[in-house]
């Protein structure tokens, strides 16, 4: 598998999960500040001309989420998505998809955008961070005992979120990203992501 990656970006999730599966992988540099995202070649892999995406052989992968669902059935030996019939599948797949309304709910709190919350596809930012704090306050992982995908989604939004201080440090939302944190491969995808 072949990621396409930028430092200082969403892609660092990415480079989470591709770290937290264990398996040798390639990288590929497309320097969002240079420019290397907007050629007809990046396009063909991203149509949005983002980071990140994946290249595995004859398929292609973008969207952050996209990316840890196939990463995470293509690896099945990693156990970072809990297989179809496990009742934990639902909550994996709701978290693993919730990062768009952790986006939406900081871009509202960033802007102040007023919108009815019946309107708004992620409810509010209000109730994006009280339905997050539910999620994390037990632990050790969104599922339980047992970390997932899902765990590299959230968990990253919450600690990009904790970073920027777009989300008051609720001791749940602080424990959650410390565990995180600790993880030998979010500490590599950091290093990477960061240099
Ligand atoms: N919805 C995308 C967002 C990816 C994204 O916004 N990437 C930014 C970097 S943080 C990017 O590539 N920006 C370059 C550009 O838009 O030209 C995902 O979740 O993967």
């Excluded at 990046?42 to 052989?57: F, Q, R, S």
């Excluded at 709910?105 to 919350?117: H, M, N, R, Y």
Aim: charged content about 20%; proline content about 8%; hydrophobic content about 45%.
């Amino acid at each position: 598998m072949k990621l396409y990656w930028c430092p200082q970006s969403r892609a660092i999730t990415a480079l989470w999960m591709m770290e937290e599966t264990g398996i040798p992988y390639e990288r590929e540099l497309i320097d969002i500040r240079a420019g290397s995202q907007s050629t007809p070649e990046y396009a063909a892999i991203n149509p949005m001309m983002k980071v990140p995406a994946l290249e595995d052989g004859p398929v292609k992968v973008a969207e952050t989420g996209a990316v840890l669902a196939y990463v995470a059935e293509r690896v099945p030996e990693a156990q970072l998505a809990p297989p179809v019939g496990d009742p934990k599948r639902g909550d994996y797949l709701r978290w693993l998809f919730f990062g768009p309304m952790i986006e939406a709910a900081f871009t509202q709190k960033v802007t102040g955008l007023d919108l009815a919350s019946s309107t708004a596809g992620w409810g509010s930012y209000d109730r994006v961070i009280d339905v997050l704090e539910v999620g994390v306050k037990d632990g050790p992982w969104l599922l339980g005992e047992r970390f997932s995908a899902a765990d590299v989604m959230i968990g990253s939004s919450l600690h990009f979120g904790m970073m920027f201080k777009l989300i008051e440090p609720r001791p749940a939302f602080a424990g959650y990203v410390e565990r995180c944190a600790a993880r030998p491969a979010f500490q590599r995808s950091q290093a990477m992501g960061n240099a």
